[in-house]
Structure formats: C-alpha cells, structure tokens
C-alpha cells in the first residue's frame, strides 16, 4: 500500500503483510519519520481517516490536472515518468521539482539544475533554484524555463478552500 509521510510529504509503498511481523514501526525512506498507517478493522474494511475541511491546489498542465491537499499531501514534477506531472523538456530535471502540503500550507520545492520560474498572480515573479517557496492565491509557473501565462510549457495552479 501507499502511504505519505506526514512530516515530508514523500511516497511511500508498505506491505501491510510485513507489518504484522516486524517489531519497528516503518519509517519514511526520505526522512526517517515513523509512518503514520490506519490498519485494517477486524472486518477487514480499512478504517476511515476523518477529512477535516481544508485546502487544496490545483494544477494544470497541458491536458492533465492533479490536486494537492491533506489527502495527497505531495506531488512530484520532472522529465521521468515516475512523476506524477510528467514535463517532456531538455531543460527539465529528470526529478525537477515537488509541491507539499505541510502545516496548511503548499511549499514548492526545486531540485533542479535550471530551475523553477514562478509568477504568483498579484507579485513580483522570481527564479527558484534548490530553494523553496510558499505558494498563495494563483499564478504559473514553468520548469527550467520562463512561461508566459498563454504558454504551452506554463503549469498553472489555484489554491481553494474545501
């Protein structure tokens, strides 16, 4: 099964088999945080996670959209196909990027070489290289590369209550 780190946002996979015998709790691969896992009932019906009103964020991107909230709490962005948003670019990093949702807030996270242009609607747009920035209300930005709001290679993102 997936499961998130609630401290990083990272992506996980637990065999719930091997729970049963190990005497550790799993930790995250990333952080080292113990993973937070709701186990099965008796009944055999997985056991539901009360969803607590909050945020999420929305991103577009060409013909694909995938939501970042509490409940997936972190997306990643690169040229390999083991990304969630899959951008097919020379000046895209094979692991570019990741948004988190962490503490009701979505941070941007840029691992790349060329970095991560980001113009948040209402403020001054800026280049983010292996740094890290609160995302807020809505905007664009483009891996690797400026983007025009019109732009093909343009990622655009809305933040709304749920």
Do not use: W
């Not at 946002?9 to 896992?37: F, Y």
């Not at 962490?102 to 800026?126: A, C, E, P, W």
Request: net charge positive; with cysteine; aromatic share 4%.
């Amino acid at each position: 099964m997936i499961v998130f780190c609630e401290e990083c946002g990272a992506r996980n996979i637990v065999d719930p088999d091997k729970l049963k015998e190990q005497s550790e709790l799993p930790r995250c691969m990333t952080c080292d945080d113990i993973l937070r896992i709701a186990l099965p009932q008796s009944s055999g019906k997985p056991e539901k996670v009360p969803v607590t009103p909050g945020l999420r964020l929305k991103l577009k991107f060409k013909n694909s959209v995938v939501e970042i909230s509490q409940v997936r709490p972190s997306v990643t962005m690169g040229r390999q196909g083991h990304n969630n948003l899959v951008v097919e670019d020379s000046r895209v990093s094979r692991s570019h990027a990741r948004i988190v949702y962490r503490q009701k807030q979505f941070i941007l996270i840029d691992h790349s070489t060329n970095g991560t242009y980001v113009f948040v609607k209402g403020k001054k747009g800026m280049n983010l290289k292996q740094n890290e920035i609160q995302l807020a209300g809505s905007g664009i930005f483009g891996l690797g590369r400026k983007v025009a709001p019109d732009s093909p290679e343009a990622i655009h993102f809305a933040i709304a209550k749920t």
